[in-house]
């Protein structure tokens, strides 16, 4: 029973030796093996998809180190080449020409290949007037063609600042509609915009072309408050501070003045911003913005109301713009006890 286990065992070797080598011994495969790296920053690769254009043989990824290893078979090609591709999401691929002719009598060629990176990377930190930080401020990019203004669609990329006023953001190159199966632009704008709750917005604009794919760009952004203060004090028509008052403050664009109550009505573009109750000594504070868009109306013109039980409701009004951000103003109320 074991010589005929061990002529089998002989058999085998041989008919493998027949399938794998040709008549002088030499394997019937050739091994391609090599090196990705990032071609702007020079780092390695990792999962790099290295396979034959035609599909002939096989494939592999590349490791952690960027290097790769695979083997096509020696005669797969009727035209003595082999096309290899290197491939990877987020980078244009890259393909190489095999020429038979360069194998070694090892049968192993190397093959390096360097990737762009379809996107370029933005930067930077948002600051405000007083060079101070801002934690979670928002920016978002919109692209348009060379020769729009840079906002003809959403990017699709967002990102937010972290506690130090830093940010990463990183834009795929666009395409001639909003849509992989569309041709990439070879030159673009992009519309770069910080937004933050009580400042104002703030969009850099910026020229790119395919030869600034795969690069980090700086972009800092300062943003102007766009808050004011407002805060006074609430006293009876005797002069005594009145406790836990209401005030409330609604900006408008446009209305309609009572003349005789002294306080405006229909208003448009109008939008109640905040409130708040005086101390025990009758004063108030009220954080606001300098102006604002509701409803398609520009709003500049704010409305304080002060009311409380047992008194007439009294209104003062304020005129702001965009440039008093920052400022603080007084708004003092004289309630008459309703009789």
């Known amino acids: 029973m074991k010589k005929v286990l061990c002529y089998l065992a002989c058999l085998c070797g041989i008919a493998m030796s027949f399938i794998s080598c040709d008549p002088n011994g030499a394997s019937n495969e050739i091994t391609i093996y090599g090196n990705v790296i990032d071609r702007t920053t020079g780092q ?3 999962n790099v998809l290295i396979q034959e254009k035609n599909k002939v043989g096989g494939s592999t990824v590349t490791g952690n ?12 090609s009727s035209d003595g080449k082999y096309y290899l591709v290197a491939s990877k999401d987020k980078y244009s691929s890259s393909e190489y020409e095999l020429n038979m002719s360069s194998v070694d009598k090892n049968r192993r060629v190397k093959v390096d ?3 762009t990176k379809e996107s370029i990377t933005y930067t930077g930190i948002v600051l405000d007037s007083k060079n101070n930080p801002i934690f979670d401020a928002h920016i978002s990019a919109q692209f348009s063609s060379a020769s729009g203004s840079g906002t003809d669609y959403n990017i699709g990329s967002t990102t937010m600042t972290d506690a130090n006023g830093k940010y990463t953001l990183e834009l795929p190159r666009p395409h001639k509609s909003n849509s992989q199966d569309y041709p990439p632009y070879d030159q673009w704008k992009f519309a770069i915009t910080a937004t933050k709750n009580g400042y104002h917005d703030l969009t850099h604009t910026l020229n790119q072309n395919v030869d600034d794919m795969g690069k980090t760009i700086t972009l800092n952004f300062i943003l102007n408050s766009s808050s004011i203060i407002i805060s006074g004090k609430v006293v009876d028509q005797n002069g005594q501070p009145i406790a836990y008052a209401n005030v409330s ?4 664009s446009t209305g309609t003045w ?3 109550y002294g306080y405006y009505y229909n208003l ?6 905040s409130s708040t109750q005086t101390d025990v000594n009758g004063n108030y504070t009220i954080s606001s913005v300098g102006y604002m868009s509701v409803n398609g109306y ?10 409380k039980e047992g008194y007439i409701t009294q209104y003062r009004y304020l005129t702001t ?3 008093d951000g920052g400022n603080s103003y007084n708004v003092d109320f004289k309630l008459k006890i309703k009789e």
């Open 249 to 252: 403050d609604e900006i408008f």
């Open 44 to 46: 390695p690769l990792y």
């Open 65 to 76: 180190d960027g290097n790769y290893e695979f083997t096509l078979p020696l005669n797969g």
């Open 298 to 307: 520009v709003s500049r013109n704010h409305e304080f109301t002060c009311e």
């Open 113 to 115: 290949f360097q990737l």
């Open 268 to 273: 448009k573009g109008s939008k109640r911003l």
């Open 321 to 323: 713009s965009e440039s």
């Open 258 to 260: 009572n003349s005789e």
